[in-house]
């Protein structure tokens, strides 16, 4: 199942809505009367059009209406539904607004899930997620410290970058990599 958190622009977004009774405003409207037109979308403030999917109660005689969005129909920052009962006189109307993203917190994980071992030296405005891959590195691989440097290694075994290092027997200095 795709994830919806946040919403994707340019993505197919699927979302669940109760209709209020105007019978009784207290009341979702159970199984409430869809028809074509009763929703309509508009992308960034544009003009108003039809759902290209008809939004359907589901489960089947209950009172969650599921409404579906087309990738074409997500395509901008904000994208606002608007339901309102065509025969005029079973639920009340509905406005929805929904804020899109480029990257979703899936992605941002799988991201770092699928990260390559960084290589050479560490960067001083590497990414969070090349610092993190750069920490694991250094606690998972090998390391070796002579008097004069400190020399660090990849998954494989081969030196990447090192430190020089001295003591002058008051203070310990490790300078930056290289």
């Known amino acids: 199942m795709p994830s919806y958190v946040t919403p994707l622009k340019n993505s ?40 290209a999917t008809l939004p359907d109660v589901d489960p089947n005689a209950s009172k969650l209406v599921k409404i579906s969005l ?51 030296a560490p960067a001083a405005t590497a990414t969070a997620a090349v610092k993190l891959g750069r920490l694991h590195q250094v606690l998972r691989n090998k390391l070796t410290v002579t008097a004069t ?3 660090f290694f990849n998954d494989a075994g081969a030196a990447l970058w090192s430190k020089t290092l001295s003591d002058d027997g008051v203070t310990y200095t490790e300078n930056e990599g290289s």
Not at 12 to 35: C, E, H, I, M, R
């Open 149 to 151: 440097s400190k020399a």
């Open 12 to 51: 197919a977004f699927v979302f669940y809505v109760g209709l209020t009774s105007q019978a009784d405003t207290k009341l979702f409207q159970t199984n409430p009367t869809l028809a074509a037109g009763d929703f309509q979308v508009s992308i960034d403030g544009g003009g108003l059009g039809n759902l």
């Open 70 to 120: 087309s990738a074409a129909e997500m395509n901008g920052d904000n994208i606002q539904v608007i339901g309102s009962d065509a025969a005029g006189a079973e639920w009340c109307d509905i406005a929805i607004n929904i804020q899109t993203t480029l990257q979703q917190i899936d992605n941002l994980l799988g991201d770092l899930l699928t990260l390559a071992e960084p290589t050479g």
